[in-house]
């Protein structure tokens, strides 16, 4: 019988820590042994191996036990778990977004099929798993106090985002925020050329196919069109972040429109924004379909300048009534 | 889904942690040994698994509300632990407590 009780507490043993191992398992064996006492003396006589294995299996696995000794922490306490399913929560959106909208534009300008939206949920995935699994780790070792987090004490009620009033027009939400963030990004991404464009500047026609030639004025305006995507990205970020901080983002939103506006007339005055040349279509359809592309780009100015205009003015008003 | 049956449980097991390391520390102002102080606790209706017994007396010394030697007792090596000082003022802090909790829920109950 004793064998039985050996290879429990081995078993036990190999899962404490070395420093504990002798005292506690030598305690358990005297826990055990007067067990074994107890139920012999109601028997009245030796247990056989099957009411043995009983007994043992009725204290507990030895992992089990083992792990009763440990640390009582959780990974993610209670404290701490609302802000990781919150942080999870965030995190998952970005991912979801960051790799959704490309996918959308791919399909939207007939540059992909089903298998890219395949595709974009197979990287999903493993992608999701890995932002959980470091949220998880961030969280572990903020419980046991390796990471500090004395500033997230000292939150104040004056930065929460402002209860939402259905009467108020153009308020964004935290997602909107999000959502503009992740937007922003990947164009930033697609200007400087770290991300691959979804799309390329050939489009099929019946005619064969015709190529997009850009402007050269984007290449002047390469460093003002960044500009104004940084302060976008540094506004929704304050959204998504801070947002209580309605003056910062009011200017910023001001800055961010007003260069719009000033952006909108400078293309104005540099159209043709965009080309096409189709060396085999004939000269009355490549004159129609630039005419099209034209008035295109001049109902986006319009409609990007109005946006722009409206955004001033409504951050404007609020800068001045403080909201 | 949990069952009525579940979420009683769940709850009775909250409600009883706290008074575990009462009974506990209450029956510690005299010597004893694990298995001594599980019977000792049994004897008065508080029943406690040995799995979480023998953590909590740990825990407990750890935290120095208890002391502890290891001394030989019918031919076996035995750990015997017992209240600290500042585990008598923590009991007697605790039971207030207990008391004041109890007379502010009766009239409730």
Known sequence: ?323 | MPTDTDIFESLRQELRRGTLILAVLAQLREERYGYSLRQALSSVGVEIDEGALYPMLRRLEAQGLLASEWREEDKRKKRFYQLSEEGRAVLARLADEWRAINAALEPLL
């Open chain 1, 1 to 323: 019988m004793s064998d039985l009780v050996d290879r429990y507490l081995g078993a036990v043993a190999a899962l404490l820590p070395k420093a504990q191992r002798q005292d506690i398992v030598a305690e358990l064996r005297d826990l055990i042994l007067n067990r074994v006492e107890d139920a012999e003396a109601q028997r009245g006589r030796p247990l056989d191996k099957r009411e043995m294995e009983d007994l043992l299996r009725e204290i507990g696995h030895p992992i089990a036990v083992a792990g009763r000794y440990g640390s009582a922490r959780a990974l993610v306490g209670a404290e701490i778990y609302p802000f990781w399913l919150f942080g999870v929560k965030v995190l998952l959106a970005i991912a979801a977004l960051a790799a959704a909208i490309p996918t959308g534009v791919a399909l939207l300008t007939a540059h992909g099929d089903a298998r890219l939206v395949v595709r974009t949920i197979q990287d999903f995935i493993p992608t999701a798993l890995s932002l959980i699994g470091a949220a998880t780790l961030v969280a572990a070792a903020i419980e046991r106090g390796w990471i500090k987090t004395e500033g997230f004490r000292r939150w104040k009620v004056s930065e929460l985002p402002r209860a939402s009033d259905s009467r108020e027009w153009f308020v964004k939400s935290r997602f909107d925020g999000l959502f503009e963030l992740v937007v922003m990004l990947l164009f930033i991404g697609w200007w400087t050329g770290v991300v691959a464009s979804p799309a390329d500047n050939v489009i099929k026609t019946r005619g064969g196919e015709a190529f997009l030639q850009v402007s050269s004025v984007f290449q002047t305006l390469y460093w003002p069109i960044l500009t104004l995507a940084v302060v976008q990205v540094v506004s929704s970020l304050l959204l998504v972040v801070k947002p209580g901080w309605t003056v910062a983002r009011n200017l910023l939103e001001i800055v961010g429109a007003v260069g719009g506006v000033a952006l909108v007339w400078v293309l104005w005055s540099a159209q043709p924004l965009v080309t096409v040349l189709a060396p085999a279509a004939s000269e009355a359809g490549l004159e129609n379909l630039q005419r099209t592309l034209d008035l295109s780009l001049e109902i986006t100015l319009w409609v990007v300048a109005a946006i722009s205009l409206t955004k001033v003015a409504v951050h404007g008003w609020r800068l001045l009534r403080g909201r």
